[in-house]
């Protein structure tokens, strides 16, 4: 049997269903962005307690809460639908904790389930107060071919 072979011009319309209908515990909602503190490359068998067991604590740290129809309208790029999120920045607080490296953010549905997450390609410390984490989130769909 051959693999399934979805064309590139509905891509941006499916991309939108999943983050209007998929992301939100039942329909459109929000979803929360969180930083993990420890190496760990992503896997497909990892669930939202393998995230929350590393998940940062360094002061100020809050989960960041996006809403849904933040994200920008999907549009086809070659093979693949993109969407860019609007940006999401952690900083830190004041108070006392032994500096520490940021290694990656992950994404929860309004219910708790993991989402995706991403290492980043090199760690962010956070040691002083007012130490940012930013970036400008994006998810893609990619037709496979």
């Given amino acids: 049997m051959s693999f399934l072979k979805v064309f590139n011009q509905p891509l941006p319309f499916i991309l939108q269903d999943i983050i209007t209908n998929c992301w939100g515990s039942a329909g459109p909602g929000n979803i929360q962005f969180c930083l993990f503190n420890a190496v760990h490359a992503p896997l497909p068998m990892d669930t939202a307690a393998t995230y929350n067991a590393i998940e940062c604590a360094f002061p100020g740290y809050a989960r960041q809460i996006v809403a849904s129809a933040a994200w920008g309208a999907p549009f086809l790029s070659l093979d693949t639908a993109l969407s860019l999120g609007p940006p999401v920045q952690f900083v830190r607080g004041i108070g006392v904790q032994a500096p520490s490296n940021v290694y990656g ?33 994006q998810f893609s769909f990619l037709s496979q071919h």
Avoid at 108 to 126: H, K, M, R, S
Avoid at 128 to 136: H, I, M, Q, S, Y
């Fill in 105 to 137: 953010y992950y994404v929860l549905q309004e219910g708790g389930n993991i989402i995706w997450a991403q290492a980043f390609d090199t760690p962010v410390p956070i040691v002083n107060p007012g130490d940012t984490v930013l970036f400008a989130p």
